[in-house]
Structure formats: structure tokens, C-alpha cells
């Protein structure tokens, strides 16, 4: 059971270019999400986070945006870079009730190519 | 600041081998976490802990063990490896849980043959 699903696995942009990165959730526990960036042979780093009371999050170039009716969260990067070339992974946590630990729960990962 | 270092880096075992995948932090975090990453199926929780002495089961703990037995170590022991514990391990720790990042290690890439 896949709580969390990044249903594209890779996207290619161009540089200066909007890159959105996609994230849907099944929990209606969840009331965190994050996103973290990924290069290879590295940890993940966290790159911005949105709580469930907002529907936005700006961070410089990375912005957060969430639609909970929809159950759905994107990031988009503007301008894009080379450098953003990674793989993204969001993730959600619930953080309410005693049965909810907050644990982070990962979707799959998304392979942005940001073309020079 | 070393943050959340992983030792080793790379290791390859024979099925029902056994090691220990260590961890340690220097952020005096509470919060410490196993993950597992496999081919396009992200990061899958192992298993946490919340403190010296508490640990408890992720989504995937089966063929595993922990134990924490200071705050800054949080090393994941695999009794007898299989073929399905290939994969690259990340170790992760934080301040608080939920409603808060959670710094990575850089991983430990095991191959069981």
C-alpha cells in the first residue's frame, strides 16, 4: 500500500525553464509533507517542507504547494538549473492522535534532468 | 560538524552472513532512523528510536535489528543476509519527530550474493 506516489519517474526541463514535480498521498492523516533532494552516492538533503494548514511555501526558488481536497502536493523550481539536476522525493508524515508517530513516509523519487 | 556519519560504505556479503551497519550522530538528537532504498520503490522505514534505550518496527523491519543504547549510536544488525537485502541503507536522525527534517547519512551500499 503506497501512501505516498510520485507517478513520474523522471522529467526533463530545460534551463531557466519551471520544472513541477509531482506528489500524491492516500493518508488524510498526513499533515506534513516535505520534499528532499537526492544526488547519487549522497544522502538525501531536505530541501522545504509544508504544513496542512498552509497551501504554499516559498524558499527562494523552490516553492511548496498543497491542495489537500485533491490530496496532492507539487514543488516547482523557477528558474531551473543544472545543478537541480537530482532526484526529488517527497514525503508526509501524521503527526495528530496518539496513534501517529510522525514517521516519515517516502514516495517513490522523480529524476529531474535540468538541460543546460 | 560531522552531522550523521555511516560505516562502511560499501559491503558485499555472502547469504547468511551477518553484520552491523553502523551509525552515529553528533547533533544530540533524539530521534534516529533506519531506511532502506531500493531500485525506483523509495526509502522504506526499518526501524526508529526515539531515545537511549527505545526502539521500535518501521514498515520493512523483518531481518533486522537495533538497539540504542546512547543517543549518539543507532547501529542496525543483519543476522543471517539474504539476496533481498541488497539494497543501499540510510541512516537518518532528527530534533524532533514529525513536523521536522530528518538529516541523512550518505548510505552504506550492501550487496548479498
Known amino acids: 500500500d503506497q501512501q505516498v506516489k510520485q507517478n513520474s519517474p523522471?522529467?526533463?526541463?530545460?534551463?531557466?525553464?519551471?520544472?513541477?514535480l509531482n506528489c500524491d498521498y492516500t493518508n488524510s492523516m498526513f499533515d506534513y509533507f516535505l520534499w528532499y533532494k537526492k544526488y547519487p552516492a549522497e544522502?538525501?538533503?531536505?530541501?522545504?517542507?509544508?504544513?496542512?494548514?498552509?497551501?504554499k511555501n516559498e524558499d527562494g526558488r523552490f516553492t511548496v504547494f498543497l491542495n489537500k481536497s485533491a490530496k496532492h502536493l507539487s514543488l516547482h523550481i523557477v528558474p531551473s538549473q543544472p545543478g537541480d539536476s537530482a532526484v526529488y522525493f517527497c514525503a508526509a508524515s501524521a503527526n495528530r492522535g496518539s496513534s501517529?508517530?510522525?514517521k516519515l513516509i517516502f514516495g517513490q523519487g522523480t529524476t529531474l534532468q535540468v538541460k543546460p | 560538524n560531522?552531522?550523521?556519519?555511516?560505516t562502511p560504505k560499501f559491503r558485499i556479503l555472502k547469504i547468511g552472513q551477518s553484520m552491523t551497519l553502523q551509525c552515529t550522530q553528533d547533533m544530540n538528537h533524539n530521534y534516529m532512523y533506519w531506511y532502506r532504498q531500493d531500485p525506483g520503490m523509495g526509502l522504506k522505514l526499518i526501524y526508529y528510536s526515539v531515545g537511549a534505550g527505545i526502539t521500535d518496527k518501521g514498515e520493512v523491519p523483518?531481518?533486522?535489528?537495533?538497539?540504542?543504547?546512547?543517543?549518539?549510536?543507532?547501529?542496525?544488525?543483519?543476522?543471517?543476509?539474504?539476496?533481498?537485502?541488497?539494497?543501499?541503507?540510510?541512516?537518518?536522525?532528527?530534533?524532533?519527530?514529525?513536523?521536522?527534517?530528518?538529516?541523512?547519512?550518505?548510505?552504506t551500499r550492501l550487496t548479498v550474493v
Open chain 2, 62 to 107: 523483518n531481518g533486522y535489528n537495533v538497539s540504542r543504547s546512547t543517543t549518539e549510536d543507532f547501529p542496525l544488525r543483519l543476522e543471517l543476509a539474504a539476496p533481498s537485502q541488497t539494497s543501499v541503507y540510510f541512516c537518518a536522525s532528527s530534533y524532533s519527530i514529525g513536523r521536522t527534517e530528518a538529516f541523512f547519512g550518505q548510505g
Open chain 1, 100 to 102: 501517529n508517530t510522525g
Open chain 1, 10 to 20: 523522471s522529467l526533463s526541463v530545460q534551463e531557466g525553464r519551471i520544472s513541477i
Open chain 1, 43 to 55: 544522502g538525501p538533503t531536505f530541501l522545504i517542507s509544508i504544513s496542512s494548514i498552509k497551501d
Open chain 2, 2 to 6: 560531522a552531522g550523521v556519519t555511516q
